[in-house]
């Protein structure tokens, strides 16, 4: 029996494009694993890591966390994850990350969410949370049963900074500027997949069908389904 080739994949879309989403998608029908550097240096900064102390201190200052703490901190991950097909979000951003991971390993794929700015502004300043618990509303698509109040416990949402229009528009044009140099990099590589669409539920049919040339689907049952 022949054992096919581990799948290194990289998907990237500016915030808000659905990239939580579409990604809890791949690694429940594809089995791949997951690793997020936001979720990764909200780890280290929450249990006081070395690099998650160093880390903090550039965020608190407002400051982007240097290309090499951050390949540094994705990199110790990846080693864990040498048996397993994989997906990175959030990295790299630069193309100095990426020039560090290719010395690393090579990348078979990256996928990226073309979702228009407008589309994104309204999706992110409709959202609010529930800080307690990290539950998400959208004010479009899925509000909560009374405006402004948790639906479990009654507290009262809030709109984090991150979702207030000014601070949507100027993260999308920094993530446009950041990013840019990177999708020409993989592009130039023949590596660059770009699925263009204003809806995850209709980009994603195929992004999983792009997949299931390369991965057999571990949840066969329901496949091109959003459950």
Same mark, same amino acid.
């Given at each position: 029996?022949?054992?096919?080739?581990? =799948?290194?994949?990289?998907?990237?879309?500016?915030?808000?494009?659905?990239?939580?989403?579409?990604? +809890?998608?791949?690694?429940?029908?594809?089995?791949?694993?997951?690793? @997020? @550097?936001?979720?990764?240096?909200?780890?280290?900064?929450?249990?006081?890591?070395?690099?998650?102390?160093?880390?903090?201190?550039?965020?608190?200052?407002?400051? #982007?966390?240097?290309?090499? &703490?951050?390949?540094?901190?994705? #990199?110790?991950?990846?080693?864990? =994850?040498?048996?397993?097909?994989?997906?990175?979000?959030? !990295?790299?951003?630069?193309?100095?990350? +990426?020039?560090? #991971?290719?010395?690393?390993?090579? &990348?078979?794929?990256?996928?990226?969410?073309?979702?228009?700015?407008?589309?994104?502004?309204?999706?992110?300043? +409709?959202?609010?949370?529930?800080?307690? @618990?990290?539950?998400?509303?959208?004010?479009? !698509?899925?509000?909560?049963?009374?405006?402004?109040?948790?639906?479990?416990?009654?507290?009262?949402?809030?709109?984090?900074?991150?979702?207030?229009?000014?601070?949507?528009?100027?993260? =999308?044009? +920094?993530?446009?500027?950041?990013?840019?140099?990177? #999708?020409?990099?993989?592009?130039?590589?023949?590596? =660059?997949? @770009?699925?263009?669409?204003?809806?995850?539920?209709? &980009?994603?049919?195929? &992004?999983?069908?792009?997949?299931?040339?390369?991965?057999?689907?571990?949840?066969?049952?329901?496949?091109?389904?959003?459950?």
């Amino acid at each position: 029996m022949v054992v096919p080739p581990l =799948l290194r994949a990289v998907i990237m879309g500016p915030p808000g494009s659905g990239k939580g989403t579409v990604s +809890a998608r791949i690694t429940k029908h594809f089995g791949m694993k997951h690793l @997020s @550097s936001g979720d990764l240096l909200r780890d280290n900064m929450q249990k006081r890591t070395e690099v998650g102390i160093l880390a903090k201190s550039y965020i608190d200052q407002g400051q #982007l966390i240097p290309d090499d &703490i951050m390949t540094q901190l994705m #990199l110790n991950e990846l080693k864990g =994850l040498d048996q397993y097909n994989w997906l990175l979000d959030g !990295f790299p951003r630069t193309v100095a990350q +990426a020039e560090a #991971l290719d010395k690393e390993c090579q &990348i078979d794929t990256v996928i990226n969410l073309d979702v228009p700015f407008e589309t994104i502004k309204c999706r992110l300043t +409709a959202r609010w949370i529930h800080p307690a @618990s990290g539950r998400v509303y959208n004010l479009e !698509f899925s509000p909560p049963k009374v405006q402004g109040i948790d639906d479990i416990t009654g507290e009262p949402l809030v709109q984090r900074d991150d979702d207030k229009p000014e601070t949507v528009t100027k993260r =999308l044009q +920094a993530y446009d500027a950041q990013t840019k140099p990177v #999708l020409e990099y993989y592009r130039e590589k023949r590596l =660059l997949k @770009s699925f263009s669409g204003t809806e995850t539920n209709k &980009i994603w049919p195929h &992004i999983y069908a792009f997949l299931q040339t390369k991965l057999p689907d571990v949840n066969q049952k329901d496949a091109a389904t959003t459950r």
